[in-house]
């Protein structure tokens, strides 16, 4: 078993809110249970038993379920008081209705400690309320040693002196009305970087592979604190790729904190899991935020549903993206002219406001220079970080200034320079290699600390084959070029529009 990064030397007596409340017996009077207890019943959700069953029973009548065809693997679901988040929840659970499954694993966030690990719960139930729900302490022990950033804590779970840690607990109210029996797995994640996401997803995947009747929840609200148009154009981001099934972009602009959802890394890794256990569809159910409830529009949080079903014979198709040739011949202008300003001037350039609708959409893109058919550079960014204008103008002036294996490009280059410009589609796991088709796809290889991304039209351009491809991939990662074999390699693939300017003329 590996060693686990957890707190040592943890004092197994701590109970979580008051001792009376939190240290039972079992039904033999000699087996001490350690019950986490309600820390935000009266706050979140009512403490009374039949005002709270009545009141999620009440917002569950007011959903139509939507049609789902094929087994659900994940859900999404936001962990704000019910008052305000309640309304999107209850799109969530409605879904569930009907389904059945003895296990859920709900992975939530920390919101009040911090710690370097995910952090299974120690103790052996959750109480709520509507009652004690028992912990697998099974599957959730198996799940400990399957990784080293896994482990058995109390970390996330007890009570801070600041607050209840809500985000877990508030998804069990719910589970309770909808499912009624079953058992726990109390997931909390200190980290959320992709590699402890990756981690807790794979591990999870294995698992529930190999034992089924499982379901996982990630606990998460959206943006905080911004402005209703702000906070809507933030929360569509992480909405789509979660559609477009993403989680690579995700994890990286929530690590970098360009997006925001407080439960960033629970989303990331059910994608993972849902994926490597055959889901092939994420649905959005609902979007809101705070200020439709309170009528604040200044500071709103915002919150989303969501589904990711098995559904069988379904494929996931990619979101359909085009550039028109006004679109293309204005983004080759605006490439050119912010490589000049930047070589002549040392500035960025400031542009315009495109007049292509398809120039504001948020897309990762490169831009190639060359000379007389020689790469004098290429720079680009493959997640989804800005609208694809300011993507442009940012990776063409890298591409010119800062590409590594190059001198900056000098003002006498300007003229000779001819400008390629690749605008991705989103990132998405290639499930087998084969998948992979030569003039269609790129790549980005990923292991570790380790990264490499190669567009499409290289190995058409070099006449390389699919495997040749993939060990080229792994080169540019600095990886051994049969890294891709590994289990710890994922191959992400993409498509890409390329233009280029026509210097015929």
Known sequence: MPECKCEKGMNPDLRFGTAPASATTGASGDCPQKVRVAGVAGTFYPADPVELADMVDQMLAQVVPPPVTGSILGVVAPHAGYLYSGPVAACTYAALKGRTWGRVVVLAPSHYEGFGFTSVYDGDAYETPLGRIPVDREFAGKLTEMDSSICFSESGHRRMPQAAEHALEVQLPWLQRVLGNFT???VV??????????????????????????LIVASSDLSHFHAHNEAVRMDHKTLNAMEAWDYFSMARNF?????????????VATMIAAERMGANQAQVLKYAHSGNVSGDFERVVGYGAGLFVKAEGAISAPLLFAVTDLEKAELLALARQS???AVLTGEAFE???????????????FVTLRIDGALRGCIGFASVVHPLYRTVRDTATLAALRDPRFQPVGPAELARLEYEISVLSPLRRALDASEIVIGEHGLLIKNGSHEGLLLPQVPVEQGWDRVTFL???CTKAQLNPQAWKDAGTDIFKFTAVVFAEDRTL
């Open 184 to 186: 726990l797995v109390p």
């Open 189 to 214: 994640m200190g980290d959320q970087s992709y590699p402890t996401c990756r981690a807790l997803g794979v591990a999870l995947a294995q698992l529930i592979s190999a034992e089924g009747d499982t």
């Open 339 to 341: 490589v000049e300003h």
């Open 471 to 473: 060990e080229h991939a």
């Open 351 to 365: 542009p315009a406001s495109p007049a292509g609708p398809a120039l504001q959409q948020e897309r990762g893109a």
């Open 255 to 267: 690590e970098a904190r360009v997006w925001e959802a407080c439960g960033g890394g629970p989303i």
